[in-house]
């Protein structure tokens, strides 16, 4: 079964620096996606970001960007010139087959993250 | 507003009521999902849905009931819950074509708490 790590439960970073969340995964499928979503405090989960495992180049959207190294199993999400709207918990997710061509997502334990003013 | 909607946003309940959480998406999607969302844990997926019927049950006790009467909405009745039931109940919707744009959106979740 495949499963997700995500090591940082609380991560801080002072406004306009970089920050890297770290996500680790185990699968035994060559083929897969990988997502980061982010859930700010009492609102919606959103898509942040996302990385189809047969492709080499890393994805990026603006300020965010994920470090991909398929052999080592881990994909990082970066978020550059940090913001106070980027504070929020961050999910890592992985996508696979379900039943009857349905697709089933396993998420992280999240990492919370904090932007120092 | 990512087009999936969920009502109550909060609900207090006892042991001994009887209540059911409504979900809807106005995306066209075809696959619909119940999370639970614990302090601590990763997201529990609950239930699937492809097409209004259930393809999926991650051994979730009888006590929770999802029925899907359409593509677009989705509940999860509720009847003798337990205390350890208080959570954030997430729905979620995705096309399920498995292509590379496909990714689920959320709604806002209900926020339960069994006294």
């Known amino acids: 079964a495949q499963t997700v790590t995500q090591s940082q439960p609380e991560m801080s970073v002072q406004e306009a620096e970089t920050v890297t969340l770290s996500c680790t995964y185990d699968?035994?499928?060559?083929?897969?996606?990988l997502f980061w979503y982010k859930q700010p405090p009492s609102r919606q989960m959103i898509l942040v970001i996302r990385?189809?495992?047969?492709?080499?180049q890393n994805a990026t959207e603006n300020r965010f960007s994920v470090n991909f190294q398929k052999a080592a199993k881990s994909f990082s999400l970066k978020i550059s010139d940090s913001q106070l709207g980027d504070a929020a918990m961050y999910f890592c997710?992985?996508?696979?087959?379900?039943?009857?061509?349905?697709?089933?997502?396993?998420f992280g334990t999240g990492t919370r993250l904090k932007v120092l003013a | 507003e990512t087009g999936v909607t969920q009502t109550p946003r909060h609900l207090v309940m006892g042991m001994t009521n009887k209540k059911s959480l409504k979900c809807e998406q106005h995306?066209?999607?075809?696959?619909m999902y119940w999370y639970k969302q614990s302090a601590k844990k990763p997201l529990e997926l609950m239930f699937v849905?492809?097409?209004?019927?259930?393809?999926e049950n991650n051994s979730v006790p009888s006590r929770f009931s999802p029925e899907c009467p359409n593509s677009s909405h989705l509940f999860l009745h509720l009847h003798t819950l337990q205390p350890e039931d208080s959570a954030l109940y997430l729905c979620?919707?995705?096309?399920?074509?498995?292509?590379?744009?496909?990714?689920?959106?959320f709604g806002p979740g209900t926020r339960l708490l069994v006294l």
């Open positions: 979620a919707s995705s096309q399920d074509s498995g292509g590379p744009q496909e990714t689920q959106y």
């Open positions: 849905y492809s097409l209004e019927e259930r393809v």
């Open positions: 699968t035994s499928e060559s083929d897969y996606y």
């Open positions: 990385q189809e495992a047969y492709k080499q």
């Open positions: 995306l066209g999607h075809n696959a």
């Open positions: 997710a992985y996508r696979s087959e379900g039943g009857s061509g349905t697709y089933k997502y396993i």
